[in-house]
């Protein structure tokens, strides 16, 4: 079975940085676009990167382009969010996901999910 577990989540003050993992097992994902989804409390879940599987593509949420920045090794199987210069409203659980092709804000592409990982940002 495929599984995608994340990690790296936490507690963290504004302005402060987080690297988030997530390690997929039962799937090599050299193939495969990876993304990452947020879900705030009250608030639907929402796009926020993901990555071709060349690594050419790399889509952001405006809300976190320029702060946040998606990698993959794919040697690891393993993708990664570093998130910088992080704000309260980026508080939320994250997800990575696998699929066949990348996500967007308006329409997922999602074969697997994750299990999320919550990240809280001070103020």
């Known amino acids: 079975q495929v599984q995608l577990v994340e990690s790296g989540g936490g507690l963290v003050q504004a302005g402060g940085s987080l690297r988030l993992s997530c390690a997929v097992s039962?799937?090599?994902?050299?193939?495969?676009?990876m993304d990452w989804f947020r879900q705030a409390p009250g608030k639907e879940r929402e796009f926020v990167a993901a990555i071709s599987p060349g690594g050419g593509h790399t889509p952001y949420a405006n809300s976190v382009k320029g702060r946040f920045t998606i990698a993959r090794d794919n040697a690891k199987n393993t993708v990664y969010l570093q998130m910088n210069s992080l704000k309260p409203e980026d508080t939320a659980v994250y997800y990575c996901?696998?699929?066949?092709?990348?996500?967007?804000?308006?329409?997922?592409?999602?074969?697997?999910w994750g299990q999320g990982t919550q990240v809280t940002v001070s103020s």
């Open positions: 996901a696998i699929g066949r092709i990348v996500s967007t804000p308006d329409s997922p592409r999602v074969d697997y």
């Open positions: 039962g799937r090599t994902i050299n193939t495969y676009a």
